[in-house]
C-alpha cells in the first residue's frame, strides 16, 4: 500500500509564493513518475508539473518559467516551488505518485487560493 500526502497550500497575493510538499509512504519501489495536477472548480484536473526516473521533468505551458518541480529521494519527497503566483493558478492541487507502469496513486489535494 502507497500512501501520499499533499501539503503547503494556502491563501496567497498575487506575486506571492508558495511551496507544496507531497510526502510518499508504503510500500514504494519502482517508482516512474510523480506528478502535480490541479483542478480548479468546474474544470478538469490538469498536469501542472512532472517529475520521471531519470531526472527528467515537463511543465504545463501556463506555468513555465514560474513553478518548479523537485524530488529529495532520501525523503520520498516531491516539491512544487511556485513564484509569481496569479489567481489563475488557484485550484486544489494534487500529487500522483506512478509505479512501474499502471500502478498510481493520489493525494487527497491541498487547496491554493490566489488573490488579486
Known amino acids: 500500500q502507497v500512501h501520499v500526502v499533499e501539503s503547503g497550500g494556502g491563501l496567497v497575493q498575487a506575486g506571492g509564493s508558495l511551496k507544496l510538499s507531497c510526502v510518499a509512504s508504503?510500500?514504494?519501489?519502482?517508482?516512474?513518475?510523480m506528478g502535480w495536477y490541479r483542478q480548479a472548480p468546474g474544470k478538469q484536473r490538469d498536469l501542472v508539473a512532472r517529475w520521471r526516473s531519470g531526472g527528467s521533468t515537463s511543465y504545463a505551458d501556463s506555468v513555465k518559467g514560474r513553478f518548479t518541480i523537485s524530488r529529495d529521494f532520501a525523503k520520498n519527497t516531491l516539491y512544487l516551488q511556485m513564484n509569481n503566483l496569479k489567481p489563475e493558478d488557484t485550484a486544489v492541487y494534487y500529487c500522483?505518485?506512478?509505479?512501474?507502469?499502471?500502478?498510481?496513486?493520489w493525494g487527497q489535494g491541498t487547496q491554493v487560493t490566489v488573490s488579486s
Open positions: 508504503g510500500s514504494i519501489f519502482s517508482i516512474s513518475a
Open positions: 500522483k505518485l506512478t509505479q512501474g507502469i499502471v500502478s498510481e496513486y
